[in-house]
């Protein structure tokens, strides 16, 4: 069953045509999708990505550029991962591009400085941050995990890693966050797109 969020719980329609909102502000907008490995983050990003301006920028572009240089995990890998999200997203924020698509597994609380981070480095170009939380089902999660373009992409592919995983890590809603929470388990990505770029009136292509 759909679970929609903290601030548009009610009143949504998940299968009826959503009618796409043109911006009225020109701001740059950081639009970080988070949650559990497997919950269909990067789908849906790439779906916002194609009814919007939006450029998609997912976590697993820096982690490549790292694994050139370190294996994964090892100190300067993560330094070299962070300073190229950071190099990203600052870029796009001193450029005044439309907006950003960032993907992240987020876990709190160890993550939070990492965030904190992030903040600052793009808050003095005036971007606007929103969030959104992809929830889905632990059998849903463990479905999707063992498909194919994961495993080539280097992403968690078994059932066994994304145990490990969820182990390791806190997935919750980011707090002092207005999240937009939306559960994916039923819904296709396209749909779960639209619902966001209406929640928070994205700009349409080409405009």
């Not at 740059?28 to 919007?52: D, M, P, Q, V």
Request: charged share 25%.
């Amino acid at each position: 069953m759909l679970s929609l969020g903290l601030h548009a719980q009610a009143n949504c329609q998940p299968c009826r045509p959503i009618k796409l909102v043109l911006c009225t502000k020109r701001m740059t907008k950081l639009l970080i999708l988070y949650g559990a490995e497997a919950s269909g983050k990067l789908t849906i990003a790439r779906e916002i990505a194609s009814l919007t301006n939006l450029k998609l920028f997912h976590n697993h572009v820096s982690i490549d550029v790292g694994r050139v240089l370190f294996d994964y995990g090892d100190e300067r890998f993560n330094d070299l991962v962070w300073k190229v999200r950071l190099a990203v997203l600052e870029s796009a924020a001193k450029n005044n591009l439309p907006g950003v698509i960032f993907t992240w597994a987020y876990s709190h609380p160890e993550f939070q400085p990492l965030l904190d981070n992030l903040l600052a480095t793009v808050s003095p170009y005036g971007v606007e941050v929103l969030y959104v939380y992809v929830k889905c089902s632990q059998n849903e999660l463990e479905r999707r995990v063992t498909n194919d373009d994961r495993k080539e992409a280097g992403k968690a592919h078994t059932v066994e890693i994304l145990h490990k995983q969820q182990r390791a890590k806190n997935h919750v809603v980011i707090p002092n966050t207005d999240s937009f929470i939306v559960d994916s388990t039923d819904l296709p990505p396209h749909e779960v797109a639209r619902m966001i770029v209406s929640e928070f009136r994205l700009c349409e292509v080409g405009t």
